[in-house]
């Protein structure tokens, strides 16, 4: 049970079971473990040890990156005669360590299942789906089956990623206009379920939400895939798609969040006897999500996703957040004119002269009270926004005002959310560097037109 004999250890993979037994870590042509190797497991095992609580201890921050493993489930680098193991990640040093060694096991062959704790208060903006195939419709082996499957998931993540990015505008406003969206995969044969599955992991990982913005925004996300489920039905890549219930397609597709949630690098176990799937959790894409008015979105796959280091793609697709707070939501952002700061029209209808409410005195309503933007006036800076009830109003972000009605109708316009692109001979002011930790690149915001870019557009210059 030493660490020098990890490379050779075989025990069943659930206790009290002698049925089922997998080798977690050996030699041999299975896998890319040799004999230079085991001086890397003897390091992974030494560092998870460490960082393993003791049973009879409870982790010292509720709000700390716990790691567990599923029930009952035991892996190649925890002792016999532990139970339930944990381990809690006391920095941020140590949390990209550990990514590390999870894409050193996955480059290895070696199937590892740890999942992390969701922290009490805040988690990345995402949605997690997994659909089953209809295996009559999947071709043979070969060539033809990996085209099938390349357009199945490309035309999966583009839908999805589509309905995730209009319920972010519609929850957060004009700061969703323009965002990062980390695309995983964990799609195959799924030996629980006895068929192959689609599953991917979508996050908005510059979004934090809490548990009940989550909750909600699952809801939100299966309305809009349900809205625009008929029309894209008639697309060849969604034909194999098989629903657990027919006449409510996505209600069950669209995960729960739960408590433990599967790193990424790291696979899962299921069913009574805990088997492994073989399908662990990998990067698919980096995309750069523009939502224009109308919720249609434009998908940009990112240059540099392919120089991202594996523990920055672990941390990406991470639902733990740095964020100290949640990101605003729309409606707190963008208050409606309210009744006690109206000297004009009455918010029953009345009518009178133009009123103002500042964003200062807020009212609460629901995250669905206020629409996304419609229209503005492009020289005043006036901004229409229509209510739940589709009752019009106005707002000026440079001072704050917000008014049912203005002095003089504007020519209103519908906004273009996607700003223009910036040439040489056409400054935008606005733009400046932002920094991101774990090993994630800088890219570049512009504060003016909400636009995010990894290289400085040219003929451009920063904020100083």
């Known amino acids: 049970q030493g660490p020098n004999r990890l490379v050779r250890w075989t025990k069943p993979i659930m206790s009290g079971s002698s049925h089922h037994e997998v080798v977690h870590a050996f030699r041999g042509t299975q896998n890319q473990v040799s004999q230079h190797h085991e001086g890397i497991l003897e390091n992974i095992w030494r560092f998870l040890e460490d960082l393993r609580v003791p049973t009879e201890a409870t982790t010292s921050r509720s709000e700390g990156r716990i790691v567990t493993l599923p029930k ?7 002792p016999r005669s532990a139970q339930s193991p944990t381990w809690e990640l006391r920095s941020a040093a140590e ?32 949605a997690t789906l997994e659909v089953l195939l209809e295996e009559d419709c999947l071709p ?43 695309i995983y995969d964990a799609s195959g044969y799924s030996l629980a379920d006895c068929h192959w599955k689609m599953s991917l992991r979508i996050n908005c990982i510059e979004l934090a939400v809490t548990h009940e913005t989550a909750r909600h925004a699952r809801g939100l996300i299966i309305e809009r895939l349900q ?18 219930v027919e006449q409510r397609p996505w209600e069950s597709e669209v995960l729960e969040s739960e408590k433990h949630q599967r790193m990424v690098w790291c696979d899962v176990a299921q069913g009574e006897s805990m088997l492994p799937e073989n399908c662990p959790l990998v990067p698919y894409a980096l995309l750069h999500v523009v939502t224009q008015s109308g919720g249609l979105a434009q998908l940009r796959h990112m240059k540099m996703a392919d120089d991202l280091p ?24 963008v208050p409606r004119p309210t009744s006690h700061a109206t000297a004009g029209r009455q918010t029953d209808g009345s009518q009178g002269g133009p009123s103002v409410a500042h964003a200062s005195t807020p009212i609460a309503q629901s995250p669905s009270a206020v629409a996304p933007v419609q229209a503005q006036d492009q020289h005043s800076g006036w901004v229409e926004y229509r209510t739940s009830e589709g009752r019009p109003y106005y707002h000026k972000q440079s001072t ?34 932002v920094h991101k930790s774990g090993g994630v690149p800088h890219y570049y915001y512009n504060s003016v037109t909400n636009e995010s870019s990894w290289e400085l557009p040219e003929g451009q210059t920063l904020i100083q």
């Open 72 to 78: 009952d489930f035991l892996d190649w680098y925890v």
């Open 95 to 126: 949390e990209t360590q550990l990514h590390k060694h999870l894409a050193t096991l996955h480059n290895l062959g070696i199937p590892t299942f740890l999942r992390e704790q969701q922290p009490t208060s805040l988690s990345k903006f995402s």
């Open 140 to 182: 043979q082996p070969g060539s033809t089956r990996n085209t099938f499957w390349a357009a199945l998931q490309e035309g999966l993540v583009q839908f999805a990623v589509a309905a995730v990015a209009e319920v972010a505008v519609l929850l957060f406003g004009p700061t969703a206009n323009s965002t990062l969206i980390a």
């Open 227 to 244: 809205k625009a489920w008929p029309k894209i039905l008639r697309e060849t890549w969604a034909k194999p798609l098989l629903f657990q």
């Open 310 to 333: 594996n523990e920055a793609w672990a941390q990406l697709g991470s639902l733990w957040t740095a964020a100290e707070r949640a990101t605003d939501l729309w409606h707190a952002r």
């Open 400 to 433: 704050g005002e917000t008014v049912w009605e203005l002095n003089e109708v504007p020519n209103l316009t519908v906004v273009n959310d996607k700003a223009p692109a910036a040439s040489s001979d056409h400054q935008v002011e606005g733009w400046k560097v």
